[in-house]
Nanobody, 124 residues
Framework: QVQLVESGGGSVQAGGSLRLSCVAS?????LHWFRQVPGKEREGVAV???????IYADGVKGRFTISEDNAKNTLYLDMNLLKPEDTAMFYC?????????????????????WGQGLHVTVSS
């Protein structure tokens, strides 16, 4: 059974930083980050594509960094220079159903397993 458990969310002022973590059990493959704003579709934030390249959504490039500790089966998302528009529920995901490269890898519909999500609130 695959379980993905996120931690590290919370509230921060604009310009601040947060680090999200996701610990996976029952899964040893790639992990990815997505987010969803109420009333909007879930979107890819930072993922590894099928060539193991780090792919970022345009709005977070240069501010967010995805990394992993394979020994701990843990995924991280370092978020810097946070903006109010980054306010969302962030999710860790795994189990891409087919190979995907570049921006295609940001498609949330390809992922099978999801964490419970955590809130990130950025105030102005």
């Amino acid at each position: 059974q695959v379980q993905l458990v996120e931690s590290g969310g919370g509230s921060v002022q604009a310009g601040g930083s947060l680090r999200l973590s996701c610990v996976a059990s029952g899964w040893t493959g790639a992990l990815h980050w997505f987010r969803q704003v109420p009333g909007k579709e879930r979107e890819g934030v930072a993922v590894f594509d099928s060539d193991d390249r780090k792919i970022y959504a345009d709005g977070v490039k240069g501010r967010f960094t995805i990394s992993e500790d394979n020994a701990k089966n843990t995924l991280y998302l370092d978020m810097n220079l946070l903006k109010p528009e980054d306010t969302a529920m962030f999710y860790c995901a795994a189990g891409r159903q087919r190979r995907a490269y570049g921006l295609d890898a940001l498609n949330p519909a390809l992922l099978i397993y999801w964490g419970q999500g955590l809130h990130v609130t950025v105030s102005s």
